[in-house]
Nanobody
Framework: QVQLVESGGGLVQPGGSLMLSCAAS????????MNWWRQYPGKDRELIAR????????TISNSVKRRFTLARDNAKNTMYLQMDSLKPEDTAVYYC??????????WGQGTQVTVSS
């Protein structure tokens, strides 16, 4: 069964950094593009980053470009989101997602990121 587990969220001061991880299991991780989304309270989820199967190609939302970096390690079935120069407006719940899958099981449970002094 598909399982995605995010980790690495927490409280950080403005200007700080966090690295989120998404550990995948139950499917051939290397065969799927993967996404990071974030969600503000009361709002729809926003796609912020996508990485190709090989990890060579990444697409980053303008809202986080030049601050967030996406990577994956197919040998470890893990995807990463390095977040630098964090701003209060980056405060949200961050989700990893298997690209192209609309089922609830293709989403992680989410990890809270709070940027505050």
């Amino acid at each position: 069964q598909v399982q995605l587990v995010e980790s690495g969220g927490g409280l950080v001061q403005p200007g700080g950094s966090l690295m989120l991880s998404c550990a995948a299991s139950g499917f051939d991780f290397s065969s799927f593009a993967m996404n990071w989304w974030r969600q503000y309270p009361g709002k729809d989820r926003e796609l912020i980053a996508r990485i190709s199967t090989s990890g060579i190609t990444t697409t980053i939302s303008n809202s986080v470009k030049r601050r967030f970096t996406l990577a994956r390690d197919n040998a470890k079935n893990t995807m990463y989101l390095q977040m630098d120069s964090l701003k209060p407006e980056d405060t949200a719940v961050y989700y990893c997602h298997r690209s192209g899958c609309g089922l609830p099981l293709c989403w992680g449970q989410g990890t809270q990121v709070t940027v505050s002094s």
